[in-house]
């Protein structure tokens, strides 16, 4: 995968089942791009690349690598950007070590993730990897607004070919649980910032006043957010919720996001680790404390870390006997849902098991009805209410659904989840209070120790710039449009208060609903159950909810979805769909040489690029370019030619030689750019002679193990042997 200086397209480094892809397609695009005298190169946001690029005074010289990701954040606030953006790992502590102690293991002398920081040392290289951790990517690099979508083609092929859906019964015992009070969203405080101003977050407590966080700087017109989850009152309910999960005779699950909300929920998951095993670590606490046992890293670490001592392991045993069975991530591996924190992502989990008909799969291998445990009710309501909407009207139909496009407000940091560096867990009882410069106090909290504090904000550009996208795609659609959001939630109020005079100068409003997202959920899915389409106006957390959630209803994946972000400075950053199954591929494909990974969603994403480049820069080989990528995609669907999910199908090596062949046949019948045409001509004449010796090229080493040199970093070399295996298909694209 040669870079190019200043390319002038993006091309990101990634991880697992997107980056084993990118070895195969890259170069496809790098020569067809070339014709047009458009240059294609990469920058590496994987794990493994920032981890380096964070430690470069541990390296040799020859080791260190660029911080690629600083200098696209950089490249995202100019109009030359031009992006595609593949899924990167957004890091749980497991990854993080697991990612670490690859690099060590290949000579790279990064320091060990310190879970126990003691030393200043200690503390500042934890400090460094905590830049690394949860979703340290997309909010450097989504300087714009998300306009997301299924693209034409794949709702088509959608409703052509209708996947499988579970069926709901109205006697289906599958439920949400979420907390009655005292959570993020009972919690909340908003305020809007009149003037630019500095803040700073404090903890009072009877022993004096530490300072949680300094240096905040918001600019006049931002919604600024508090509010806290108790986690005593977290602990009454995931106890309260075990013993009514064993009375009904279901599967008890915990559906969090502790990648993305990578400081809160991990906590959460932590304290559902300790509620569901309560005798043992009533008993055993400290002998486990002293084994380095840290709840928040899940049951299977916590196993682990207990290896060698019988009596802890048998007293686990018993508990989980006595406990409801619990809906497991592999129930042939006995990987229960509580195992690892980033096993189960509320985002692909809660869409799976509504298409599963409420079902998941228990630890006797067999489906079963499951108490969905979501504890914030900011949005558990969203897939409350899914669940009781097809109790009572039974499973979408994907030959007749309509679609759910989404426009989520996301630059700037906008409402950044979890992650943002303003969550804390209370170390001991005291008041919070966020301080402006002035002296203000904007807001306060009672908290106890272990209570779970957080703040977020949106900016007034942001804003602004996600009620214009709503109104331009509403007028381009004329669908019916709707903001999620809550009168009587706080962070939505302040909102509303910027939507609504918008809308009215714009002579719009009629044009719009605004609707709390338990409404806007039910409202959704009788608009698309009558074949009818509707565009979701949210938040970014509910952007990431429900843009897996719609898809994989009406698609059977998120990861063919039309992803745009229009950047507020001009550029064009192009998203290629979800990740969340990449894992699953890679251990597929290293196992017995078979990648079911689609590349749909890249496909896509290319076309948009292209087109987009051909505005930018006047280039009309580009625009010719990108009508071709979305011929080549149509009869990707058209065909069947995407991957199949079990070894001695077609997998992706295959869809890539089907899309190169495509590309070039688009190329040659077009007749706007005549150089294009004759260039592509006998490509695709030698694509289709060699048709049946590239196929046999390809799939000839599928089922034996394959070896990329890596996990988190692979071989460049052993990666590319895998992922070109033939060498006709090589040779006619160079």
Same mark, same amino acid.
């Given at each position: 995968?040669?870079?190019?200086?200043?390319?002038?397209?993006?091309?990101? !480094?990634?991880?697992?089942?997107?980056?084993?892809?990118?070895?195969?397609?890259?170069?496809?695009?790098?020569?067809?791009?070339?014709?047009?005298?458009?240059?294609?190169?990469?920058?590496? =946001?994987?794990?493994?690349?920032?981890?380096?690029?964070?430690?470069?005074?541990?390296?040799?010289?020859?080791?260190?690598?660029?911080?690629?990701?600083?200098?696209?954040g950089k490249l995202v606030k100019t109009p030359d950007a031009n992006v595609i953006k593949l899924p990167n790992?957004?890091?749980?502590?497991?990854?993080?070590?697991?990612?670490?102690?690859?690099?060590?293991?290949?000579?790279?002398?990064?320091?060990?993730?310190?879970?126990?920081?003691?030393?200043?040392?200690?503390?500042?290289?934890?400090?460094?990897?905590?830049?690394?951790?949860?979703?340290?990517?997309?909010?450097?690099?989504?300087?714009?607004?998300?306009?997301?979508?299924?693209?034409?083609?794949?709702? !088509?092929?959608?409703?052509?070919?209708?996947?499988?859906?579970?069926?709901?019964?109205?006697?289906?015992?599958?439920?949400?649980?979420?907390?009655?009070?005292?959570? @993020?969203?009972?919690?909340?405080?908003?305020?809007?910032?009149?003037?630019?101003?500095?803040?700073?977050?404090?903890?009072?407590?009877?022993?004096?006043?530490?300072?949680?966080?300094? $240096?905040?700087?918001?600019?006049?017109?931002?919604?600024?957010?508090?509010?806290?989850?108790?986690?005593?009152?977290?602990?009454?309910?995931?106890?309260?919720?075990?013993?009514?999960?064993?009375?009904?005779?279901?599967?008890?699950?915990?559906?969090?996001?502790?990648?993305?909300?990578?400081?809160?929920?991990?906590?959460?998951?932590?304290?559902?680790?300790?509620?569901?095993?309560?005798?043992?670590?009533?008993?055993?606490?400290?002998?486990?404390?002293?084994?380095?046992?840290?709840?928040?890293?899940?049951?299977?670490?916590?196993?682990?870390?207990?290896?060698?001592?019988?009596?802890?392991?048998?007293?686990?045993?018993?508990?989980?006997?006595?406990?409801?069975?619990?809906?497991?991530?592999?129930?042939?591996?006995?990987?229960?849902?509580?195992?690892?924190?980033?096993?189960?992502?509320?985002?692909?989990?809660?869409?799976?098991?509504?298409?599963?008909?409420?079902?998941?799969?228990?630890?006797?291998?067999?489906?079963?009805?499951?108490?969905?445990?979501?504890?914030?009710?900011?949005?558990?309501?969203?897939?409350?209410?899914? =669940?009781?909407? @097809?109790?009572?009207?039974?499973?979408?139909?994907?030959?007749?659904?309509?679609?759910?496009?989404?426009?989520?407000?996301?630059?700037?940091?906008?409402?950044?989840?979890?992650?943002?560096?303003?969550?804390?867990? =209370?170390?001991?009882?005291?008041?919070?209070?966020?301080?402006?410069?002035?002296?203000?106090? #904007?807001?306060?909290?009672?908290?106890?120790?272990?209570?779970?504090?957080?703040?977020?904000?949106?900016?007034?550009?942001?804003?602004?710039?996600?009620?214009?996208?709503?109104?331009?795609?509403?007028?381009?659609? +004329?669908?019916?449009? =709707?903001?999620?959001?809550?009168?009587?939630?706080?962070?939505?109020?302040?909102?509303?208060?910027?939507?609504?005079?918008?809308?009215?100068?714009? $002579?719009?409003?009629?044009? @719009?609903?605004?609707?709390?997202?338990?409404?806007?959920?039910?409202?959704?899915?009788?608009?698309?159950?009558?074949?009818?389409?509707?565009?979701?106006?949210?938040?970014?957390?509910?952007?990431?909810?429900?843009?897996?959630?719609?898809?994989?209803?009406?698609?059977?994946?998120?990861?063919?979805?039309?992803?745009?972000? !229009?950047?507020?400075?001009?550029?064009?950053?192009?998203?290629?769909?979800?990740?969340?199954?990449?894992?699953?591929?890679?251990?597929?494909?290293?196992?017995?040489?078979?990648?079911?990974?689609?590349?749909?969603?890249?496909?896509?994403?290319?076309?948009?690029?292209?087109?987009?480049?051909?505005?930018?820069?006047?280039?009309?080989?580009?625009?010719?370019?990108?009508?071709?990528?979305?011929?080549?995609?149509?009869?990707?669907?058209?065909?069947?030619?995407?991957?199949?999910?079990?070894? +001695?199908?077609?997998?992706?090596?295959?869809?890539?030689?089907?899309?190169?062949?495509?590309?070039?046949?688009? #190329?040659?019948?077009?007749?706007?750019?005549?150089?294009?045409?004759?260039?592509?001509?006998?490509?695709a004449k030698a694509l289709a002679d060699n048709e049946a010796k590239v196929i046999e090229e390809l799939d000839?080493?599928?089922?034996?193990?394959?070896?990329?040199? +890596?996990?988190?970093?692979?071989?460049?070399?052993?990666?590319?042997?895998?992922?070109?295996?033939?060498?006709?298909?090589?040779?006619?694209?160079?």
């Amino acid at each position: 995968m040669a870079n190019t200086p200043n390319p002038d397209i993006i091309y990101t !480094k990634v991880d697992e089942a997107p980056e084993l892809a990118s070895a195969s397609l890259l170069p496809i695009i790098q020569r067809f791009a070339k014709a047009a005298g458009v240059s294609v190169g990469t920058k590496d =946001i994987s794990l493994a690349g920032r981890i380096l690029a964070t430690f470069p005074d541990h390296l040799k010289e020859d080791q260190r690598i660029a911080d690629d990701l600083a200098e696209l954040g950089k490249l995202v606030k100019t109009p030359d950007a031009n992006v595609i953006k593949l899924p990167n790992i957004s890091a749980s502590v497991p990854q993080l070590v697991e990612a670490v102690r690859e690099l060590q293991s290949k000579g790279f002398a990064v320091p060990d993730y310190p879970e126990t920081p003691d030393t200043d040392a200690e503390k500042e290289i934890r400090a460094r990897y905590d830049t690394i951790k949860g979703s340290a990517v997309n909010p450097v690099l989504r300087e714009g607004n998300s306009d997301r979508r299924a693209a034409a083609a794949v709702k !088509k092929f959608a409703q052509n070919n209708p996947h499988r859906m579970g069926d709901w019964s109205a006697d289906s015992k599958t439920r949400v649980a979420a907390m009655s009070g005292n959570d @993020f969203f009972s919690n909340e405080v908003s305020a809007t910032l009149p003037n630019e101003t500095d803040a700073k977050i404090i903890l009072e407590t009877a022993n004096g006043e530490t300072v949680l966080k300094d $240096g905040l700087s918001y600019p006049a017109g931002t919604v600024v957010d508090a509010t806290f989850m108790s986690a005593a009152a977290l602990d009454a309910f995931l106890t309260d919720e075990i013993e009514k999960t064993k009375a009904e005779g279901v599967l008890y699950s915990l559906h969090m996001k502790a990648t993305m909300m990578k400081v809160s929920d991990p906590i959460i998951f932590g304290h559902a680790v300790k509620t569901f095993l309560a005798p043992v670590f009533e008993k055993y606490w400290t002998e486990m404390d002293a084994l380095g046992v840290n709840p928040n890293q899940g049951l299977g670490a916590l196993v682990d870390k207990v290896e060698g001592n019988a009596e802890i392991k048998a007293a686990i045993e018993a508990c989980m006997a006595e406990r409801p069975p619990m809906y497991m991530v592999d129930s042939d591996k006995g990987i229960t849902n509580l195992h690892v924190p980033s096993d189960v992502i509320i985002d692909a989990s809660m869409p799976a098991l509504i298409r599963a008909g409420g079902k998941g799969w228990g630890p006797d291998g067999k489906e079963a009805d499951a108490v969905c445990v979501i504890p914030d009710n900011s949005y558990a309501p969203v897939y409350d209410e899914a =669940i009781n909407f @097809f109790k009572a009207n039974g499973k979408l139909d994907p030959a007749t659904a309509g679609t759910v496009q989404n426009l989520g407000l996301m630059a700037q940091k906008a409402e950044e989840y979890g992650s943002h560096p303003t969550t804390f867990e =209370i170390p001991e009882a005291g008041t919070v209070k966020m301080i402006l410069d002035d002296g203000t106090v #904007l807001h306060s909290h009672d908290v106890q120790a272990g209570d779970i504090w957080r703040s977020a904000s949106a900016r007034k550009a942001p804003i602004e710039d996600w009620v214009n996208l709503a109104i331009e795609r509403q007028k381009a659609t +004329g669908f019916r449009a =709707i903001f999620w959001l809550d009168a009587s939630r706080a962070h939505d109020a302040e909102l509303i208060k910027y939507v609504t005079p918008i809308l009215e100068a714009k $002579g719009v409003a009629d044009k @719009f609903e605004i609707m709390a997202p338990r409404e806007a959920t039910r409202a959704s899915l009788e608009t698309i159950t009558k074949g009818e389409n509707t565009i979701a106006i949210t938040g970014n957390v509910l952007r990431d909810y429900l843009t897996d959630l719609f898809p994989i209803l009406e698609l059977a994946t998120s990861a063919k979805m039309l992803s745009i972000v !229009k950047l507020m400075q001009g550029g064009g950053l192009f998203e290629t769909g979800a990740g969340g199954s990449a894992p699953k591929h890679v251990q597929q494909l290293h196992g017995e040489n078979h990648l079911r990974w689609d590349s749909l969603g890249e496909f896509c994403a290319l076309g948009e690029s292209f087109k987009f480049l051909a505005d930018a820069k006047g280039n009309a080989k580009a625009r010719v370019l990108g009508d071709a990528v979305e011929a080549a995609t149509q009869g990707i669907l058209d065909d069947n030619r995407s991957p199949g999910r079990k070894v +001695g199908l077609p997998d992706n090596r295959d869809s890539h030689y089907w899309f190169a062949r495509y590309w070039a046949e688009a #190329l040659a019948a077009q007749s706007d750019e005549a150089d294009l045409a004759a260039e592509f001509a006998p490509v695709a004449k030698a694509l289709a002679d060699n048709e049946a010796k590239v196929i046999e090229e390809l799939d000839a080493g599928q089922g034996a193990p394959a070896d990329t040199g +890596g996990y988190y970093l692979n071989d460049e070399a052993k990666l590319a042997a895998v992922m070109r295996p033939s060498a006709t298909l090589n040779a006619i694209i160079g």
